[in-house]
């Protein structure tokens, strides 16, 4: 994506984040010697990124401190999957949207994202009954 969250210091979609991860997410994370249940949230069958203090669990009040090894969400953003266009599109509450181009290598990335995040999360409910 754009280094415009940088250049502006923009830290909006670091905030009270319901960023959805997946098992490659939690495993390169791990990986980086922090335990899950730190940075897990767990909510109907989905995994997602803990807040602390109202921002990601990584964001230490100046940028993200695992930025280079972030969730592929947070990669892709501000390209989101728009559950009821069943579509792509760039987040309107991106405060810089102006800045991102809704490529087809990113739509095409966010759509395999999609799709194995949901399969994932589909496998953990499927487990619980």
């Given at each position: 994506m754009s280094s415009c969250c940088r250049e502006y210091e923009c830290i909006h979609c670091c905030k009270a984040?319901?960023?959805?991860?997946?098992?490659?997410?939690v495993d390169r994370?791990?990986?980086?010697?922090?335990?899950?249940?730190?940075?897990v949230r767990r909510s109907r069958g989905?995994?997602?990124?803990?807040?602390r203090k109202g921002k990601c669990v990584f964001h230490d009040g100046t940028g993200c401190i695992i930025y280079e090894h972030r969730p592929e969400g947070c990669q892709l953003y501000p390209v989101i999957?728009?559950?009821?266009?069943?579509?792509?599109?760039v987040d309107d509450e991106c405060l810089h949207l102006d800045c991102f181009i809704l490529s087809d290598d990113c739509v095409q990335?966010?759509?395999?994202?999609?799709?194995k995040i949901e399969h994932e999360r589909d496998e953990r409910v499927k487990k619980k009954r």
């Open positions: 984040t319901h960023m959805p991860l997946s098992y490659d997410d994370i791990s990986g980086l010697g922090y335990a899950s249940h730190f940075f989905w995994l997602q990124l803990r807040n999957f728009d559950k009821e266009f069943d579509s792509a599109v990335k966010l759509y395999l994202l999609v799709s």
